[in-house]
């Protein structure tokens, strides 16, 4: 017997919920393998020594980013209540790179020779420059695109979305023949989307 309510749809699974876990996994057995061939050359005692060094060295450099991160911090917050709010952004180079520090650190904490080899490249200023600033650009077009659609359409497509499934297509149209749009909205009191 069926209910007359159509199936769920499926949601299409993103690219990267598809290939990170496999892209983990890869990782993690290349670390393995390269610690291996490693150990078999060098011996099992010299990779021990290099993944404690690393982990130390990873300790530490995490540990002076923190510091520097909440000096900066309170630095900030002190100038904000003496009431001198445009010092901070005169000096960006002093904070600058400080997550990338401490991500370099975390990669040289995780036992594995390319982790290392990925932190100590974000330990150099160039390399943790040019990211930083690949970052900023790639944060910068996402939110453009992101504004470009526009939220408002988002809010008006949940709107449209009915509990149970059912979309709703259509317009609100007053009597006299002009459209409903969000911003001339007026405070009364919408019926709620349920049947």
């Known amino acids: 017997m069926t209910t007359g309510a159509p199936p769920p749809i499926a949601r299409k699974r993103s ?6 876990p496999l892209g983990i996994a890869a990782w993690l057995i290349l670390e393995i393998w390269l610690l291996t061939v490693v150990a078999s050359e060098a011996g ?4 021990l020594g290099l993944l404690v060094g690393a982990g130390v060295l990873g300790a530490v450099v995490i540990k002076r980013a923190g510091r520097r991160a909440f000096t900066n911090l309170r630095e900030t917050l002190q100038q904000q209540q003496t009431g001198q709010g445009a010092a901070p952004a005169a000096s960006p180079a002093r904070g600058e790179g400080n997550g990338l520090l401490m991500l370099g650190g975390l990669l040289l904490m995780l036992p594995g020779l390319i982790s290392d080899v990925a932190g100590l490249l974000l330990l150099l200023p160039p390399v943790r ?3 930083g600033r690949f970052a900023e650009r790639s944060l910068e077009r996402q939110m453009n695109a992101a504004m470009a659609g526009g939220l408002g359409d988002a809010f008006q497509q949940a709107r ?8 709703v297509q259509g317009e609100v149209v007053h009597e006299g023949g002009a459209q409903r749009r969000d911003d001339n909205r007026d405070d009364r009191p919408r019926p709620p989307l349920t049947p």
Not at 15 to 20: D, E, G, I
Not at 160 to 167: I, L
């Open 15 to 20: 690219r990267a919920r598809t290939f990170l």
């Open 44 to 47: 099992g005692l010299a990779v």
């Open 129 to 131: 420059t040019r990211i």
């Open 160 to 167: 449209m979305r009915h509990p149970d499934g059912k979309v």
